[in-house]
């Protein structure tokens, strides 16, 4: 790894037979005739970016990120948010000693926390005359053919009337995000890469308590190099990737990795930020070099 520069970093595709994003890419086709305005972004704010230490909202930075988004969208764009936070809200307003552990309490968590999030939500992107729409996703949403038509064009009606849909996994109802081991979605990661390749987005920001893809983990060694442009992914990639986030969240850098190696496959430019200065996607949506750019390309 001596070769290693910050500048790029370049390998050929996992083998599709250990990562079977393609099967999922193939899934997504529908998503090929959604008309653009300028660009369509969906951007990803995990766990930590929309939640403190205590597990409380961190409302000044949920205000922020609301303002950057809606004045995105006031530039012409057509934005997209992925929402985690529930589960730690919920657990946090039900007044639990500790993250939920089981499945009937993280559900329950889920369906405190998704309430909580989108009076926020409403309230935040309310100041900025924008309106939101709540989007909640099972796997069969996207497995069956029917229902994946039906969401794409509640997409495409919500972009098209100016609209922010906000996305989750349906938490209270689903344990594939909660108790996934390679599920379709997996996390929240994932499931904004699988709602950019419906949505045929130009660009994912994927936001998160880290500046980017190091070559090891930043919080275990001070010599840990920012890579700051990915041009293909495969094995040696994923080695560089550590395990399980934080304590609050459920996504680390390998399950953003997963969410790029399929977003990239279709041609979707993924970045990876740090979610602390939502001013930041400003420059992002300008081009302007911040985290790690994984570049997009079609087979």
Do not use: W
Request: proline content about 2%.
């Amino acid at each position: 790894m001596s070769a290693l520069s910050n500048k790029s970093f370049s390998h050929n595709r996992c083998d599709e037979a250990t990562l079977p994003f393609s099967a999922v890419a193939q899934r997504l086709k529908i998503g090929e005739n959604m008309s653009l305005k300028q660009e369509r972004i969906v951007i990803k704010a995990g766990t930590t970016t929309l939640t403190n230490e205590l597990g409380n909202s961190n409302l000044h930075r949920m205000e922020e990120l609301a303002l950057a988004i809606s004045d995105i969208q006031n530039m012409g764009h057509e934005v997209i948010l992925v929402s985690s936070g529930a589960i730690a809200v919920g657990a946090n307003k039900m007044r639990l000693q500790e993250k939920p552990r089981s499945m009937r309490m993280k559900q329950a968590a889920a369906a405190v926390g998704q309430c909580t999030n989108m009076f926020l939500y409403d309230k935040f992107f309310g100041y900025y005359d924008k309106t939101v729409a709540q989007i909640l996703l099972n796997a069969e949403d996207i497995t069956q053919e029917e229902k994946k038509e039906n969401l794409t064009n509640t997409f495409d009606a919500l972009l098209e009337h100016g609209i922010i849909p906000i996305v989750n996994e349906n938490d209270s109802v689903s344990y594939t995000e909660i108790e996934s081991e390679e599920k379709l979605f997996g996390d929240n990661d994932m499931l904004s890469a699988v709602v950019a390749v419906l949505c045929s987005a130009d660009k994912l920001i994927i936001l998160s308590d880290i500046d980017g893809f190091y070559n090891k983990d930043p919080r275990l060694y001070k010599d840990a190099v920012l890579i700051e442009q990915i041009d293909e992914i495969n094995d040696s990639t994923y080695k560089l990737a550590g395990g399980a986030g934080s304590r609050r969240g459920t996504g680390g850098m390998r399950t953003k990795l997963q969410a790029a190696d399929l977003a990239t496959s279709q041609g979707i430019d993924t970045i990876v930020a740090n979610g602390s200065n939502p001013a930041a996607l400003y420059d992002i949506v300008k081009g302007k070099q911040i985290g790690t750019k994984f570049v997009g390309h079609k087979e």
